[in-house]
Nanobody, 121 residues
Framework: QVQLAESGGGLVQAGGSLRVSCEAT????????????VGWFRQAPGREREFIAS??????QYGDSVKGRFTISRDDVKKTVSLQMNNLKPEDTAVYYC????????????WGQGTRVTVSS
């Protein structure tokens, strides 16, 4: 099993930075974490869930709305995934979710509870 838990959300002013992190636990996470793609999504009130970033091995992908501002990183030893968010904008306000999917899966199978990020103007 893989359980995910996010941390690090909060309130920040526009133009500021924030880092959210996600820790993976569970027997499968301990032994097969490197075989998982890990990603970040967000959902703002009244909007659909939006892909932010993903990481698998050395590959990184980003959603268009965050390219150049957000950076995803993973530590396969610590079983953690982080999202560094710079130059934050009010429209980045949302609940941010960590997710994971095993190699070969097209859909993410494991989700955290989410952490709220609020960017004030």
């Amino acid at each position: 099993q893989v359980q995910l838990a996010e941390s690090g959300g909060g309130l920040v002013q526009a133009g500021g930075s924030l880092r959210v992190s996600c820790e993976a636990t569970g027997r499968t996470a301990l032994t097969h974490f490197t075989l998982y793609t890990v990603g970040w999504f967000r959902q703002a009130p009244g909007r659909e869930r939006e892909f932010i970033a993903s990481a698998y091995g050395g590959a990184r992908q980003y959603g268009d709305s965050v390219k150049g501002r957000f950076t995803i990183s993973r530590d396969d030893v610590k079983k953690t995934v982080s999202l560094q968010m710079n130059n934050l904008k009010p429209e980045d306000t949302a609940v941010y979710y960590c997710a994971a999917k095993p190699r070969g899966q097209s859909e993410y199978t494991n989700w955290g509870q989410g952490t709220r990020v609020t960017v004030s103007s």
